[in-house]
């Protein structure tokens, strides 16, 4: 499922810009969205693959935040708040990654 999530990821933005009907400097953040689906489409795949929640959210958010942003619908201004604060989520999210197999270390 691996490489078929990030191939078809990938796929999807490069058949659109290839097709002439769209303009890559507004579409790009598909770039980033399309690996963030594929990780969460992994997730979805089995319990096993639930790892793949936590950088699919991350990345899918960051791609959409990017689409908002080209496409208009959301101010480069929040952006700036981000990047401010993206460092802290960062810590935030590996915390969440570490706690549950520090758990499992202790049995």
């Known amino acids: 499922i691996y ?4 191939a078809t ?3 999807v933005p490069v058949a659109m810009a290839a097709s002439g009907r ?3 400097a507004s579409w790009w953040p598909l770039f980033v969205l399309g690996p963030g ?5 992994i997730a979805a795949s089995s319990a096993q693959e639930r790892w793949a ?3 699919g959210s ?4 960051v791609g959409l935040a990017f689409l908002l942003a080209t496409s208009g619908l ?12 993206w460092p802290l989520l960062l810590i935030l999210a590996g915390v969440i990654v570490i ?3 520090l758990k499992n270390t202790k049995d």
């Open 3 to 6: 490489p078929g999530a990030f």
């Open 9 to 11: 990821g990938a796929g």
């Open 22 to 24: 769209f303009d890559m």
């Open 37 to 41: 689906l594929a990780f969460l489409l």
């Open 53 to 55: 929640l936590v950088p």
């Open 58 to 61: 991350i990345v899918t958010v």
């Open 74 to 85: 959301l101010p480069w201004s929040y952006l700036h708040v981000a990047q401010r604060w």
């Open 99 to 101: 706690l549950p197999g």
